[in-house]
């Protein structure tokens, strides 16, 4: 998927960062099937850390096609599909995965049934055991598994996620269309949607909601706009919040 929200925010920050609650769906990332590391951490110390991340990792499902912006639509793939998923990544003395493009230290995500760029918010997260080394040594990790989603999953994702833009589009209309409220109203409004909804909201939708807060209204309206189009391929009609976009001078 490829965000739109022009320089207002880096393309990953909208995306799901999934480090809350996953999304509740039967869609499993398996037990890794393979597992190799250069010295200073076994395998099997990466395998307890994987299989505790597992459940996180089923709700950066794939939901739609990688085509142009508004021209994506519901990720339906052939049945011959490659369900194999492979992570890559670095990590640090601290057993922290490393996280440095000008230092080469990306972590890589292979697999048509990821997001991507969710996965890789999620893996810069994880913690594995320090291990004794110098200064800038590092290990190198490789893990195999398996995942797929049905459509019906999917399909329910989706509508899970349209569910919650409307329901922030009805809170934030709560505060009037007669003139743009201010940065600090929207904020609280939307600070408020997130608190009472807490583990409810899918892990993308948080993410993305997240990087409304403490904006000028009318860029959180474009990001409102473009996280919906992001996220689901398709508008979410709000006419009071894209009414107020409209006033901005």
Known sequence: MHLCTSHIVPRWFALALCLLTPAAQAAEVSPASRVETSPGLSPEAVKRVFDQQRP??????RL??????????????????DD??????????DGKVLDDARGGHIPHVGGLYLERNCVRLLVRSWVFPAFPARQGE????????????????????????????????RAL???GGGKPPTAQDTT???QRFLSERRGRLSSPTRS???????????????????????LLSTPVSCPTVHGWGRQAP
């Open 56 to 61: 996180a990792l089923a709700s950066c499902m």
């Open 138 to 169: 590092k290990v190198s990790v490789e893990i195999e598994a398996r995942f797929s989603t049905t459509a019906a999953e999917r399909k329910a994702e989706l509508a899970r996620i349209r569910e919650e833009f409307e329901a922030l589009c």
């Open 84 to 93: 194999r998923i492979l992570l890559r990544f670095e990590v640090g003395r």
């Open 173 to 175: 209309s709560a505060l």
């Open 208 to 230: 993305s909601l997240e990087s409304l807060l403490h904006v000028n209204v009318p860029d959180m309206v474009s990001l409102y706009e473009n996280l919906a189009l992001e």
């Open 64 to 81: 739609l096609t990688e085509e142009a912006l508004r021209e994506n639509t519901p990720w339906n793939p052939p049945p011959d599909v």
């Open 188 to 190: 609280q409004t939307i």
